[in-house]
Every structure is written in structure tokens, then in C-alpha cells.
């Protein structure tokens, strides 16, 4: 979509994105100039479930294309997703390939507890390997990013199949308790963590509504200590440098990042703090006021590529 006309068509597309837990066909993709976008259908041999892939690929392209892996929120699909977070505009302007797989029910089995859950982890690598050979994409530049429990799933991935992807962000997430206790990955990956300080369903930090999600078995960490997390795994200097990003948009929000550079081997973390910021994708159209401000001083879309590019396997 042409950057003039965003300013025109995205009021008048609010109705449509709230529609965003319908399933994969009763949604459409939004159009972006110069992408392609499709239905694929991927069979998973470890379970013999079928799912389907949205796929967003620039008309134009060479081979050995970089791509990056989008995971939905919970009871998400994969227009829906790419509806709300606008992420074809790095199909139209970087030249990526956007994959929006759709969990088998909707729901991503991010506890690696989660008994009888779906093998979702399993099934998003065999994925890569497949679309990797399918759309001729550099096996050395995948990325992964998701929005709340796709989030979350991004960092199990992480975890447990990081020689997949080159880095990882998340969105409105941080990472379960259950699989900071058990990740131990073989290699270090690069993550990124997008996170607002009025997040009512998923707390920045501790206080009373991360205890009692302790207290049903839910428990997460705090973005800070998700970050620290990472860089600590990766191998990086314990301090973070913090710098406040100018805040060009007065809508009540300032954006504080946290990096973590000093790592070795390819490692590295940051953590974009959204003060006043709710459970949102930041730089996007804020059409649920119920999910809290949606900020306007960052495009976590730029950010997270900008980070991304940084990294290759």
C-alpha cells in the first residue's frame, strides 16, 4: 500500500481488523503494493495435521531471500495477524518474506508442560526447512517474531530449535516460568522484546497480577528479567545501556531501550520498553482501546528488522 494512501484507508479498515479472531477464511489479507500474497498448506509428518501458511513475498525478488516467521495471538489466523500488525510493508520495502503459519487450533502450545498439547514447536521447524527449499529462502536469515502468545511461542522456539532462526522479537510477551527453568539452548539467539508498562494481560513486571498468574500456573517473567534472560544466555555484559528514543507523537507514551550489545558469538538482546504503552503492537492503528495505548513513537516493525539485520546464522 503506498505510503500516502495509509493515512486514508486505515480509519475505514478499523471494523475489519476487529474482526481479527475469525478464522483464516472469513478474513481477507490486506493488499500492499508489489506483494504477492497466498495460501499454502504444509502437512507436519510428526503429527500428519495439515495447517495453512499465509504467505507475503515482493513481486520482485532474487533468490536466497531473508524471511520472517509471524506467529498470531491466541485464536488468531494468519490475515488477521498481518491485518493488525501491517508487517507487509517490510514485504514491499526490504524485499522479506512474510510466513504467517496458523496453529492447528488457533492456540500456540507455548508451555513446554502443556499436556497433550500440539507438537507446535516441532511443526514451525520442520516448516522452515520446507519453505526454506519451497520459496528459495536463505536458511541463514529467518526470523521469527509474534504478537502476546505468539510471542511467547517465539521464545520457545528460541529455546528449542535455535539453530532454525537467526533471532527472534516478541510482542506484548515475555517468556513463561516453566521454560526458563528448562531452556538451555545450543547456540545463542538474538532477541528482541516489545513490551508496554500498562499491559493489563500480560504484566511488565512483578506486583499482584503477576503473583496470582504465578499462583495458576502461568506464571511469566517480567520483560526486564525476560531480557536479562536472553542476554545473560547469549553471553552478554550484565548491564544494559538505556537510552530514551525521542517521542515525536504526544499520545501519553515514551519509548525506553535497553540494549545489550557486548556479546560474543552473534548474541545480543534489547528491550523496547513502552511506558504508558498497553498490550499492543507499537506504530500500528489503535482500534481496541480496551487493550490500552498504542504507541505511535516506535513502528515495532522497522525496529524489529533493524535489529533482525544485524544477525545471520
Not at 475489519?16 to 490486506?30: E, H, R
Amino acid at each position: 500500500m503506498p505510503g500516502g494512501l495509509r493515512g486514508f484507508v486505515r480509519p475505514a479498515l478499523a471494523a475489519l481488523v476487529a474482526l481479527c479472531a475469525l478464522p483464516a477464511s472469513a478474513l481477507s489479507f490486506l493488499p500492499w503494493e508489489n506483494v504477492r500474497i497466498t495460501y499454502d498448506t504444509f502437512t507436519y509428518s510428526g503429527d500428519g495435521v495439515t495447517r495453512s501458511v499465509g504467505v507475503m513475498q515482493p513481486q520482485d525478488r532474487g533468490s536466497r531471500t531473508p524471511a520472517i516467521v509471524v506467529l498470531h495471538f491466541n485464536l488468531g489466523s494468519a490475515s488477521s495477524m498481518a491485518n493488525l500488525t501491517e508487517i507487509g510493508e517490510l514485504a514491499r520495502d526490504e524485499g522479506v518474506v512474510i510466513l504467517l503459519p496458523i496453529a492447528d487450533d488457533a492456540t500456540w502450545a507455548h508451555n513446554p508442560n502443556e499436556i497433550g498439547a500440539s507438537d507446535d514447536a516441532g511443526f514451525l521447524a520442520a516448516m522452515i526447512d520446507e519453505y526454506v527449499a519451497r520459496y528459495d529462502l536463505d536458511p541463514a536469515r529467518i526470523y521469527m517474531t509474534g504478537y502476546s502468545q505468539g510471542g511467547n511461542m517465539t521464545v520457545r522456539m528460541a529455546c528449542e530449535y535455535p539453530g532454525k532462526i537467526a533471532a527472534g522479537a516478541s510482542v506484548a510477551a515475555t517468556m513463561r516460568k516453566s521454560l526458563a527453568r528448562q531452556c538451555a539452548p545450543a547456540v545463542p539467539t538474538p532477541m528482541a522484546f516489545f513490551h508496554g508498562t500498562e499491559d493489563e494481560q500480560v504484566p511488565y513486571g512483578p506486583g499482584v497480577p503477576s503473583l496470582l498468574r504465578d499462583l495458576l500456573g502461568v506464571g511469566a517473567l517480567g520483560a526486564q528479567d525476560a531480557a536479562a534472560f536472553w542476554a545473560e544466555v547469549n553471553g552478554c555484559e550484565a548491564n544494559a545501556t538505556r537510552t530514551t528514543l525521542p517521542a515525536p507523537v504526544d499520545d501519553g507514551t515514551q519509548i525506553q531501550l535497553d540494549s545489550y550489545d557486548n556479546c560474543p558469538d552473534n548474541g545480543g538482546a534489547a528491550l523496547y520498553t513502552i511506558v504508558g504503552g498497553g498490550h499492543t503492537w507499537p506504530g500500528v492503528l489503535d482500534f481496541v482501546p480496551v487493550a490500552g495505548i498504542t504507541t505511535q513513537n516506535l513502528r515495532a516493525n522497522r525496529a524489529m528488522w533493524d535489529f533482525f539485520k544485524r544477525f545471520s546464522r
